[in-house]
């Protein structure tokens, strides 16, 4: 889905796409963006962030934090707004690249995209690896849910905590992990603090405020809080806290066993 509101652009853009095998919508407001996105499948959205309606941060918001739509649709902010400024506010709500649209010229965005693709399609794939199960070699260990949303994170303390004999199930935004944990039964949620669509601090309040997950341990794993933000997290009546770069895996195996057995 190209999301564009001027029309020489979009099919300039469009044109382009489509000369290279893309299937191409054009979408020209926000709300048609969260119309078009219910009514049919895409591998990828570029959104704009000056839109008629809605902006492009408010529809990002509502693509990532509506359970409605697809958690692994990718989308890519393709805006003219100053990246240094911007791209960080759109990374932490859920984007999954920022390109300035001065970056490349159309012939080479088609490039661009095609290889973040095919990037994320390896992800995918790793991701499949690590969370799929034979149906004849189901997984019978404590259950665990894992929120994190970096790949090479997912694959170091995941197959680890497999291997382990635990049965990992895996959400790479806060707002699908909060989700899942409310509708499901897990004997230990480990999450990040930094995540897109919602932090590690609102997924904690919602645990605990919900009889249902409020007494299931919580590890909290973060590469990005400061000394002093550490013990307010603690005390929202966290299990463990631990620095994720400085956290092997053997070491934290050890402590879930500990905890779960």
């Known amino acids: 889905m190209l999301v564009e509101d001027d029309p020489m652009i979009a099919e300039i853009y469009q044109k382009k796409f489509e000369s290279a095998g893309f299937d191409v919508v054009n979408a020209v407001t926000g709300k048609e963006v969260l119309k078009f996105a219910l009514e049919d499948k895409f591998d990828l959205i570029l959104l704009d962030?000056?839109?008629?309606?809605?902006?492009?941060?408010?529809v990002l918001k509502e693509?990532?934090?509506?359970?409605q739509y697809d958690s692994d649709?990718?989308?890519?902010?393709?805006?003219?707004?100053?990246?240094?400024?911007?791209?960080?506010?759109a990374m932490e709500n859920g984007a999954n690249d920022f390109i300035g649209k001065t970056q490349f010229s159309p012939s080479e965005l088609v490039v661009e995209v095609q290889r973040l693709l095919n990037e994320y399609g390896e992800q995918k794939?790793?991701?499949q690896r690590l969370s799929s199960k034979k149906e004849d070699d189901a997984c019978v260990g404590k259950k665990i849910l894992f929120i994190e949303d970096e790949?090479?994170?997912?694959?170091?303390?995941?197959?680890?905590?497999?291997?382990?004999g635990f049965c990992l199930e895996y959400a790479k935004?806060?707002?699908?992990?909060?989700?899942?944990?409310?509708?499901?039964?897990?004997?230990?949620i480990i999450t990040d603090m930094v995540m897109p669509a919602m932090g590690g601090e609102e997924i904690i309040k919602r645990l605990k405020l919900d009889d249902k997950t409020k007494n299931i341990p919580i590890i909290v794993i973060s590469a990005s809080l400061i000394e002093g933000d550490i013990q307010p997290v603690r005390d929202m009546g966290v299990t463990d806290f631990y620095e994720k770069t400085?956290?092997?895996?053997?070491?934290?195996?050890?402590r879930v066993t500990e905890l779960l057995s």
Do not use: C, H
């Not at 962030?49 to 408010?58: A, F, N």
């Not at 990718?74 to 960080?88: M, W």
């Not at 400085?246 to 934290?252: A, E, F, I």
């Open 151 to 164: 790949e090479i994170f997912l694959e170091m303390f995941g197959k680890k905590l497999e291997n382990e």
């Open 173 to 188: 935004n806060g707002a699908w992990g909060s989700k899942l944990a409310t509708e499901n039964q897990y004997d230990l």
């Open 246 to 254: 400085r956290l092997v895996p053997s070491d934290l195996a050890r």
């Open 125 to 127: 794939k790793n991701k």
């Open 49 to 58: 962030m000056v839109l008629p309606e809605m902006s492009g941060m408010d």
């Open 63 to 67: 693509l990532r934090s509506n359970t």
């Open 73 to 89: 649709l990718k989308i890519i902010i393709l805006s003219n707004l100053n990246k240094t400024e911007n791209e960080k506010e």
